[in-house]
């Protein structure tokens, strides 16, 4: 008879530890191919244990195959002539890599922590999900709730001048479903094409989805559009507002350029990523180039990461109306992979104007920031070792170093120092020797203390 020894402090239910007892003998041939088992009267007495303990235990072994049964006859092993001979208990996968604490890490591209939308956020969710109770049986739709398509389409009026209709509007799970949705939509044989340097984030996507893409050397649109037209690029992914890493803007005559290049043909669209853009630490957010788009061919998005919480991982695309109209017939069903909850609280985050009171206090945040931070350079570093860009734009310096130490070393150097940092390389498809010993360092996460940290161990490295 079978000898199981149930453990009742582990919380698993009798049943089940039953089940995997049984499916274990039969497994290691304890039991033979339809050899009968005991009924589910008597193994309950001989075990201890109910009749519906036994019942549910042969119900799923019966389930899986293991057993089968025979009318009024009883239970019996099933044939598992092809199992292996000795059980085995699978190890789970158990990640080995240690994430490592770094002093200063100015590959952090979030807001301080000394901003936060936290507190509004919880007190939103609250409202959402104890006030609005009937949104939980609505079925979700392709392209996002109204009221959070509506709210972004008021949203871009106010703060960038765009006129868009909330039917315009697709909200996406972040920037890597959007870019996934952009590729299955236009299509995996068309030619796409980054700036470079670029975007890491774009370029991975590219790369996950196989779709053959060029890298734009960054320059004038003139040069730029000779080289998209020489590569037969159908699809332009661009950062107009805030070129990254460089965080210059585009000026309308390039834009300009670059619009009759795309209106030359059909299947020609620019991405416009406007990531970023809000926190121009000169003057006011820059017309994004989807508000003089007069042949439809641009696609405009953006994500909230840095506008809400680091946490929100959510983003949209604004399509134009002939886009629009394809979009809906050939993806209406793939649905948005936002739960409605995320999107009801984000909508009332922006309807009710605390995205524009946040991204104020960011950008008071880090024109401090910039501006302490610029004077530690000038005071604590030599002229003769580096040269700090401050035109750049963004959350993010740009310091040219005066070494001859390659870009792993200097990596390495400063690593050995607790410093995580990118350099203009990491933006690159293949190497860029103009570029070397360029450093690209995200600062609006570090605090005053760390920076002064950098500029000890910058002067430690190159004395």
Same mark, same amino acid.
């Given at each position: 008879?079978?000898?199981?020894?149930?453990?009742?402090?582990?919380?698993?239910?009798?049943?089940?530890?039953?089940?995997?007892?049984?499916?274990?003998?039969?497994?290691?041939?304890?039991?033979?191919?339809?050899?009968?088992?005991?009924?589910?009267?008597?193994?309950?007495?001989?075990?201890?244990?109910?009749?519906?303990?036994?019942?549910?235990?042969?119900?799923?072994?019966?389930?899986?195959?293991?057993?089968?049964?025979?009318?009024?006859?009883?239970?019996?092993?099933?044939?598992?002539?092809?199992?292996?001979?000795?059980?085995?208990?699978?190890?789970?996968?158990?990640?080995?890599?240690?994430?490592?604490?770094?002093?200063?890490?100015?590959?952090?591209?979030?807001?301080?922590?000394?901003?936060?939308?936290?507190?509004?956020?919880?007190?939103?969710?609250?409202?959402?999900?104890?006030?609005?109770?009937?949104?939980?049986?609505?079925?979700?739709?392709?392209?996002?709730?109204?009221?959070?398509?509506?709210?972004?389409?008021?949203?871009?009026?106010?703060?960038?001048?765009?006129?868009?209709?909330?039917?315009?509007?697709?909200?996406?799970?972040?920037?890597?479903?959007?870019?996934?949705?952009?590729?299955?939509?236009?299509?995996?044989?068309?030619?796409?094409?980054?700036?470079?340097?670029?975007?890491?984030?774009?370029?991975?996507?590219?790369?996950?989805?196989?779709?053959?893409?060029?890298?734009?050397?960054?320059?004038?649109?003139?040069?730029?559009?000779?080289?998209?037209?020489?590569?037969?690029?159908?699809?332009?992914?661009?950062?107009?507002?805030?070129?990254?890493?460089?965080?210059?803007?585009?000026?309308?005559?390039?834009?300009?350029?670059?619009? /009759?290049?795309?209106? *030359?043909?059909?299947?020609?669209?620019? !991405? +416009?990523?406007?990531? #970023?853009?809000?926190? %121009? =630490?000169?003057?006011?957010?820059?017309?994004?180039?989807?508000?003089?788009?007069?042949?439809?061919?641009?696609?405009?998005?953006?994500?909230?990461?840095?506008?809400?919480?680091?946490?929100?991982?959510?983003?949209?695309?604004?399509?134009?109306?002939?886009?629009?109209?394809?979009?809906?017939?050939?993806?209406?069903?793939?649905?948005?992979?936002?739960?409605?909850?995320?999107? /009801?609280?984000?909508? *009332?985050?922006?309807?009710?104007?605390? !995205? +524009?009171?946040?991204? #104020?206090?960011?950008? %008071? =945040?880090?024109?401090?920031?910039?501006?302490?931070?610029?004077?530690?350079?000038?005071?604590?570093?030599?002229?003769?070792?580096?040269?700090?860009?401050?035109?750049?734009?963004?959350?993010?310096?740009?310091?040219?170093?005066?070494?001859?130490?390659?870009?792993?070393?200097?990596?390495?150097?400063?690593?050995?120092?607790?410093?995580?940092?990118?350099?203009?390389?990491?933006?690159?498809?293949?190497?860029?020797?103009?570029?070397?010993?360029?450093?690209?360092?995200?600062?609006?996460?570090?605090?005053?203390?760390?920076?002064?940290?950098?500029?000890?161990?910058?002067?430690?490295?190159?004395?």
């Amino acid at each position: 008879m079978l000898v199981i020894q149930f453990d009742k402090e582990n919380g698993k239910p009798l049943y089940l530890q039953l089940y995997e007892k049984i499916r274990d003998d039969i497994r290691g041939k304890e039991f033979l191919p339809n050899q009968k088992l005991p009924s589910k009267r008597e193994l309950a007495i001989h075990l201890g244990v109910s009749v519906k303990t036994v019942e549910n235990a042969y119900h799923q072994l019966m389930l899986e195959g293991y057993i089968y049964s025979k009318e009024k006859s009883g239970y019996y092993a099933g044939e598992l002539n092809s199992y292996p001979e000795t059980t085995f208990v699978k190890k789970p996968y158990v990640r080995t890599k240690v994430e490592r604490d770094y002093v200063v890490d100015f590959c952090r591209d979030i807001n301080s922590r000394e901003c936060t939308a936290t507190t509004v956020w919880q007190k939103l969710a609250k409202e959402v999900a104890f006030g609005e109770p009937q949104f939980v049986n609505k079925v979700r739709t392709f392209n996002g709730i109204y009221e959070l398509r509506k709210a972004i389409a008021d949203h871009l009026r106010r703060f960038n001048g765009l006129n868009v209709s909330p039917d315009q509007v697709v909200v996406c799970s972040g920037v890597d479903d959007i870019f996934a949705r952009i590729l299955q939509f236009l299509g995996m044989d068309l030619v796409y094409a980054i700036e470079d340097p670029g975007s890491n984030k774009t370029r991975g996507v590219f790369r996950r989805f196989g779709v053959k893409y060029e890298c734009v050397p960054f320059g004038k649109a003139g040069e730029m559009v000779s080289y998209l037209t020489e590569k037969k690029v159908n699809v332009l992914s661009i950062c107009p507002s805030n070129n990254f890493p460089y965080g210059t803007v585009t000026p309308i005559a390039e834009r300009i350029e670059l619009f /009759r290049w795309a209106d *030359k043909s059909p299947d020609r669209y620019i !991405i +416009e990523d406007d990531y #970023n853009s809000e926190y %121009r =630490h000169t003057g006011n957010p820059i017309y994004p180039m989807y508000a003089s788009d007069w042949f439809d061919q641009v696609i405009y998005i953006n994500e909230f990461v840095k506008t809400a919480l680091p946490s929100t991982s959510v983003g949209y695309m604004v399509l134009p109306e002939k886009l629009m109209r394809r979009y809906e017939e050939e993806m209406g069903s793939c649905l948005c992979g936002v739960s409605d909850l995320e999107q /009801r609280i984000l909508a *009332k985050y922006i309807s009710e104007g605390h !995205i +524009e009171r946040y991204i #104020n206090v960011v950008r %008071r =945040h880090n024109a401090r920031q910039r501006e302490v931070f610029t004077g530690k350079i000038t005071e604590g570093i030599n002229p003769s070792k580096a040269e700090l860009e401050e035109e750049s734009e963004g959350t993010h310096f740009i310091l040219r170093i005066k070494t001859t130490m390659t870009d792993e070393d200097i990596r390495r150097e400063f690593e050995k120092r607790g410093v995580k940092l990118y350099l203009m390389s990491d933006y690159c498809e293949g190497e860029n020797k103009a570029l070397a010993g360029t450093l690209v360092l995200n600062y609006s996460d570090v605090s005053d203390a760390q920076f002064d940290y950098f500029i000890e161990k910058f002067n430690e490295i190159f004395e």
